[in-house]
């Protein structure tokens, strides 16, 4: 099979180093028979030429309209179009309280539309919701109501469209990362790992972690059925276990760059390609039979 690697443009994906999970994914397909091919996502718009399946980290809007062409040919591509487009934190917040995943209290805005004093209470996130955070600024941790009009003003001032506001849960970090179908699936306390990775060093918010008793396997099946749904099979986020056990999504993106879990996590995605019709056709049998792929449908969507 000749499979296609579309590269993540640096932009979209801060302090991170993507190249490595795409670089041993491509080295465990090619193992296993397959000839690769890597193509940054901004040479991407010039075509993906002769090409039988697409694995993806792009974001780009410009990007994401050619694999959607890509997609209406036939051509499976992982991440699907969809499920990256449904990562729009707007989108992605409303779409999991659509599908009973438990989240913080939380309520979407255009910059130009935020409240002067939001009702959810302090302290809070504020978090850029238009694109993925690019810059520290992008996700801001409130802790009482004087911040509120400064934070709001430098979105505006950096022409970001929209925001998430979700309320501040004390309790432990847990991020995870999974492959959807294959069963893979990590996670670990940020606060706790040694030489851990982190974007912009907000973890250390919550604290170090108490490591509350909670059921992982739980927390699994609920995340990968969202993930498949989607179409975001390959995905990692964040969530917050509170001292009860229960836990709270409070991020969810597709494709994340696995350094924890890159090698266990490259093989997971390299075997979604010995059985990807299989895998796509089951996935598109949900939309048709009673199983609706959750909406909104991104490429459609009013939101902002």
Not at 259 to 270: F, H, K, L, W, Y
Request: glycine share 6%.
């Amino acid at each position: 099979m000749k499979i296609t690697g579309v590269t993540r443009d640096a932009s979209f994906s801060p302090n991170s180093n993507d190249w490595a999970i795409m670089e041993a994914v491509g080295k465990h397909l090619g193992d296993n028979g397959h000839q690769v091919d890597f193509i940054s996502e901004k040479d991407i718009l010039e075509g993906v030429g002769d090409t039988d399946a697409i694995f993806s980290m792009a974001r780009s809007s410009q990007a994401l309209e050619t694999l959607a062409l890509c997609e209406k040919q036939g051509i499976p591509v992982i991440n699907s179009t969809q499920g990256v487009l449904r990562c729009n934190r707007t989108i992605v917040t409303q779409l999991m309280i659509q599908a009973g995943l438990l989240v913080p209290p939380s309520q979407c805005f255009t910059v130009h539309d935020a409240p002067e004093v939001p009702s959810i209470a302090f302290p809070l996130w504020v978090k850029r919701a238009d694109q993925c955070a690019q810059v520290k600024e992008d996700v801001c941790f409130l802790s009482e109501k004087s911040q509120w009009a400064s934070t709001l003003k430098d979105f505006q001032h950096r022409q970001v469209e929209s925001i998430v506001l979700s309320q501040h849960l004390e309790g432990d970090i847990v991020k995870f990362y999974g492959v959807a179908p294959t069963g893979f699936f990590y996670w670990y306390y940020p606060t706790l790992a040694k030489g851990g990775h982190s974007k912009f060093g907000l973890e250390a918010v919550n604290g170090p972690a108490r490591q509350y008793p909670f059921n992982a396997p739980s927390l699994h099946t609920a995340i990968e059925e969202f993930a498949f749904r989607t179409g975001t099979w390959v995905y990692g986020g964040d969530c917050i276990i509170d001292n009860k056990g229960n836990y709270h999504i409070i991020d969810f993106n597709d494709w994340p760059s696995f350094s924890p879990c890159r090698e266990p996590a490259s093989i997971a995605i390299a075997s979604l390609f010995e059985h990807l019709h299989e895998h796509f056709s089951r996935w598109q049998d949900m939309n048709n039979n009673g199983r609706p792929i959750l909406h909104p449908d991104p490429l459609h969507s009013t939101e902002p």
